[in-house]
């Protein structure tokens, strides 16, 4: 099941700003949640949201500092969603962080800092890109390696792997296109192997870069498993 929040920090009254129906977390937190059942578009439901109250908003003292879009999903098995370059953009312009949090079905979430396998997790980024041809023979990188019908290269840059990738496609725009490459051929991937919860913030810089580019971003989250 996948959840989704609209997050507004604030000591103010969101529900009498914006004549809506918020309820109040730890006296400062104003949420407003939607299930995958009653909608799949929830960043542009959101994002209109946010418009549409933007000059109260403001008039308070609330920014987009304040906002966050949260996509919060229960799985079974393994954790695999895809954020559409769309909804990046939409972020992306109004300047709203997202932030995905994922745990497995019928677990315990154990979020302390004294968890023992915290140090087992791992991060990576990956550029994939569908094409016949080899991007070592034109890429300015010449570490991809051929996956499943895939040239992948990989990152472990985990404080700016978005902005490595996006930089690596816009540095080799003019390689990538003439070779019959397009956004459609193109994916950015955000792998998380977690201890207990797959929980993750997406800038809205990095939002904006892809928006721009068309790029839709993969979210692959799996528990690690240390029996």
């Not at 299930?35 to 008039?59: A, G, P, S």
């Not at 949260?70 to 769309?86: H, N, V």
């Not at 154990?110 to 080899?134: A, C, H, M």
């Amino acid at each position: 099941m996948q959840y989704y929040q609209l997050t507004i920090e604030s000591k103010k009254n969101i529900n009498e700003i914006c004549n809506c129906n918020f309820f109040r977390l730890n006296g400062r937190f104003w949420i407003y949640d939607i299930t995958e059942d009653e909608t799949t578009d929830y960043v542009d439901f959101f994002i209109q949201f946010i418009k549409k109250n933007k000059e109260k908003l403001q008039n308070n003292g609330i920014t987009s500092d304040d906002i966050t879009v949260w996509l919060l999903y229960e799985y079974e098995q393994q954790c695999s969603l895809r954020i559409s370059a769309k909804d990046m953009e939409l972020l992306g312009e109004e300047n709203i962080v997202l932030c995905v949090s994922c745990w497995e079905k019928d677990t315990t979430l154990d979020l302390s800092y004294d968890n023992p396998y915290l140090n087992e997790e791992k991060i990576l980024y990956l550029l994939k890109v569908k094409t016949d041809k080899n991007p070592n023979d034109f890429f300015s990188r010449k570490n991809f390696c051929f996956d499943n019908g895939w040239w992948c290269y990989q990152t472990d840059n985990v404080r700016h792997g978005i902005h490595e990738l996006v930089s690596l496609i816009k540095n080799n725009q003019k390689q990538i296109f003439p070779n019959g490459i397009s956004a459609e051929d193109i994916n950015i991937c955000f792998y998380y192997e977690y201890a207990s919860e797959c929980s993750w913030e997406f800038s809205s810089e990095e939002m904006k870069e892809l928006g721009n580019l068309g790029l839709d971003l993969f979210i692959t989250c799996k528990k690690i498993n240390f029996n």
